[in-house]
C-alpha cells in the first residue's frame, strides 16, 4: 500500500512563503513515478499546481504559479517539495500531492487528476491579506 503525507501548510501573510512536503512511503520497493502538487480552495474545483518526473528534469507548472512556486525532490528521502513564495490569499487552498507510478508524464497529461494512482490527505495553507 502506497501512502502519501502533506506537511508544510499553515498561516501566511501575503508575500510571505511555505514549504511543503509530501513523503512517499510504501512497504516494497518503490518503482519509479512523477509527483504533483494540486490545490483545492473552498467552493472551487481541485486544479493542478506543478508536477515533477522521477528524475527531476521534467516539470511543468499551472500558469498562476507565475515563477513563484518551486516543485522538487529527494528520491533518497522518497520526499517531494513545493516552495512558495510571494503567496497571495488567492493561493489559499487544501494542497494535495498526488503520484503515478511513470518516470515523466505528458504535459497534458499532468494537469488530469485522473491519471494519478494514489493521493495524500492534503494539507491547508492559509493566505492572510
Known amino acids: 500500500q502506497v501512502q502519501l503525507v502533506e506537511s508544510g501548510g499553515g498561516l501566511v501573510q501575503a508575500g510571505g512563503s511555505l514549504r511543503l512536503s509530501c513523503v512517499v512511503s510504501r512497504r516494497t520497493l518503490i518503482s519509479p513515478y512523477s509527483m504533483a502538487w494540486f490545490r483545492q480552495a473552498p467552493g472551487k474545483e481541485r486544479e493542478f499546481v506543478a508536477v515533477?518526473?522521477?528524475?527531476?528534469?521534467?516539470?511543468y507548472y499551472a500558469v498562476f504559479v507565475a515563477g513563484r512556486f518551486s516543485i522538487s525532490r529527494d528520491n533518497a528521502k522518497n520526499t517531494v517539495y513545493l516552495q512558495m513564495n510571494s503567496l497571495e490569499p488567492e493561493d489559499t487552498a487544501v494542497y494535495y500531492c498526488?503520484?503515478?507510478?511513470?518516470?515523466?508524464?505528458?504535459?497534458?497529461?499532468?494537469?488530469?487528476?485522473?491519471?494519478?494512482?494514489?493521493w495524500g490527505q492534503g494539507t491547508q495553507v492559509t493566505v492572510s491579506s
Open positions: 498526488a503520484r503515478k507510478e511513470v518516470r515523466t508524464i505528458s504535459k497534458s497529461d499532468a494537469s488530469l487528476g485522473t491519471r494519478y494512482d494514489y
Open positions: 515533477i518526473s522521477w528524475s527531476g528534469a521534467v516539470r
